[in-house]
């Protein structure tokens, strides 16, 4: 039987910020094939070896200069769904996992040569911003699970000690 390969190497994580009365998501202009010039939320490969959380925290510290582990990381979580989508190009199905990471509102990031840009979105934004129906889902698990800062679900999703 011959079909689309199933692929689980690639995660994405949306960093957000409190800018009270909203938050705001961080996005990165792509430089490269095949989304360059699209604006994103990091993404990136899960390297032989890597769990997705290792993976999650590599491509914060590559894509941004952020440390997950810096005092301006406020918390790390893991979303509970996953994000599927269908790669033509590679005939390849991909189940992506995704985390959100919270910095402190005067955080900005050091870009690599993968962006040429950043900028922040406001949360009730996000869906003229954001081009994938799985990101913007993301982006809505994000908000009824870990906002405001005292929803309960926050500390069951916390990843940031592991």
Known sequence: MTGPQLRVDIIDVYIFRATPPDIELLQLRRTRSPLSGSW????????PGETALTAARREVQEET???????????LW??????????????AIILSPRFALQVEASWTP??????DASRWIPARDAGEHFMWPGQ???IAEL?????PADNP?????SVQSL
Do not use: K
Request: hydrophobic fraction near 45%; aromatic fraction near 6%.
């Open 136 to 138: 913007r889902a993301a």
């Open 153 to 157: 679900a926050r500390a069951r999703c």
């Open 40 to 47: 994103q939320p990091i993404m990136g490969h899960i390297e």
């Open 143 to 147: 908000l009824s699970s870990l906002w």
């Open 78 to 91: 893991a979303l509970e769904q996953v994000h599927p989508f269908y790669l033509p190009d590679l005939d």
């Open 65 to 75: 200069g952020l440390d997950s582990a810096a005092p301006i990381v406020l918390g």
């Open 110 to 115: 050091t870009l690599n040569t993968e962006h």
